[in-house]
């Protein structure tokens, strides 16, 4: 039952793993870049550049899964890939500031394109959902390890070399993972059904996400996440070093116990999802994310600062293992890329909104009132996704389709049942054709098809 059987989904993961390890030695390189450029001004620079970061992520990510399934993934893939390679080794030699924020952006849309249509093509090669499963494990493992390892890695490096070497391993990286997407074949995009237009295409998956009551509650939730992570990546320097005094060490080890968190979840939640639903743990990691908040107001000593920086990574691991589970089950196969970017635009809008807001709390009314703020956030967030998702969610939905006539390329299945001519041509063909009402039961997602998710 390992995915790692499946040599097409292990050729893919160590694709990932390299290239989330290259990202994050450049991460620390960009950092280091923005000191050189901008002296103690390089808070605001990386600020600005992360900013640009999630702008990336959440406009470029719907226009590129919009139109995914008309190109080759492998080539696609591939692509991007090379792409970025060859923007990560520019960085070196940037001697303004804003070449910084450009070439940012830019590599980020590329990223945006990218990791959605690598998420989706997972399931069409790992189609039993057991390994499926595993497989979430596995990346939400591979990013926690990265976020533990690069650090290392890099303070290896630059006892020797200078930072540039960083970002020449990110390339090296990009390279190494478009060799190993090149060795394998990937299924072929298939068939799905749109309206026409751009406007049309470009918005299908945001607005099928946004009318599916399960995804609606994956978004509060995603928030939660969001306004947790927030309060860490933001000020957990800020507490460790000015308000506990500590050493430099510390707030490693501080990050550190969010990604231990997070590793434990990865590892167990496997086997107990095949016995509670994925609507139970996401609910609770909410909850857990929301208590950690909390008790982060009594001013916490480092200590238990560890203990509540671990729930919350436990707490968020609860929540973004199980996520691509209702991704899976709230899209067709060919119209998994446009979902999958939909999860990733509106999932870093949500970090965009904490990243602000946790720092300009945090800096202007100070730590106690950023734990407060963070956690009615949190709270409401997952009060909303608790209400929001039906505790009663079945993939099967009796439905009743109203009389519609229209045309658009199909192929024989449930809602194409109707005679032909000789003259359509041979599947998948375009003609007009008419849908007599009717109701039936199936698994029902959002598409052309049903627009709307049925009241009952």
Not at 215 to 221: D, F, N, S, T, V
Not at 359 to 373: E, Q
Request: charged share 15%; glycine share 6%; net charge neutral.
């Amino acid at each position: 039952m390992s995915p790692l059987s499946n040599k097409v989904y292990r050729t893919l993961f160590l694709a990932q793993v390299i290239s989330l390890l290259g990202t994050g030695l450049s991460t620390i390189a960009l950092a280091l870049l923005a000191f050189e450029l901008a002296g103690n001004e390089a808070g605001k620079v990386l600020g600005i550049a992360l900013a640009l970061k999630m702008v990336a992520y959440v406009f470029v990510a719907p226009v590129i899964g919009a139109f995914a399934d008309k190109f080759s993934r492998r080539k696609l893939l591939i692509n991007l890939d090379l792409c970025r390679a060859v923007l990560i080794l520019f960085l070196p030699f940037v001697n303004e500031i804003w070449q910084i924020y450009l070439i940012i952006f830019i590599l980020n849309s590329f990223s945006a394109g990218f990791t959605p249509i690598f998420q989706a093509t997972i399931p069409d090669i790992l189609t039993d959902k057991g390994q499926y499963t595993r497989a979430l494990s596995l990346s939400r493992l591979a990013y926690d390890l990265e976020n533990l390892s690069s650090p290392i890695i890099a303070a290896l490096l630059l006892t020797i070399l200078s930072y540039n070497v960083l970002f020449v391993s990110n390339m090296i990286a990009f390279l190494i993972s478009a060799i190993l997407i090149s060795s394998v074949k990937l299924p072929s995009p298939k068939l799905y059904a749109r309206e026409r237009g751009i406007w049309q295409n470009t918005s299908f998956g945001i607005r099928a996400y946004l009318k599916t009551p399960r995804l609606r509650g994956l978004l509060a939730l995603s928030l939660a996440v969001a306004s947790a992570g927030a309060m860490v990546i933001v000020n957990t320097v800020v507490f460790v070093r000015d308000q506990l005094s500590r050493s430099e060490s510390d707030t490693a080890l501080a990050y550190a116990a969010v990604g231990v968190g997070s590793i434990i979840v990865a590892l167990l939640l496997p086997k107990l999802l095949e016995r509670f639903t994925e609507r139970f743990f996401m609910i609770s990691g909410g909850f857990v994310l929301a208590l950690s908040l909390l008790m982060g107001m009594n001013e916490p000593n480092f200590v238990y600062l560890l203990i509540l920086w671990f729930c919350i990574g436990f707490g968020s691991s609860l929540i973004l293992t199980p996520s691509g589970r209702l991704l899976l089950s709230s899209a067709t196969e060919g119209g998994r890329p446009a979902i999958y970017a939909a999860q990733f635009a509106l999932s870093h809008a949500c970090w965009l909104f904490a990243y602000i807001f946790a720092g300009w709390v945090g800096f202007t009314f100070g730590l106690s009132a950023a734990f407060l703020l963070l956690f009615l956030v949190t709270v409401l967030s997952t009060l909303l996704a608790l209400f929001t998702w039906p505790a009663n969610d079945p993939k099967d939905i009796e439905h009743l389709h109203s009389y519609l006539c229209h045309s658009h390329l199909h192929i024989t299945d449930e809602h194409h049942t109707h005679d032909h001519e000789g003259w359509e041509g041979p599947e998948p063909h375009e003609h007009a054709h008419v849908h007599e009402e009717q109701r039936h039961s199936h698994h029902y997602v959002i598409d052309i098809h049903h627009p709307r998710w049925p009241s009952n």
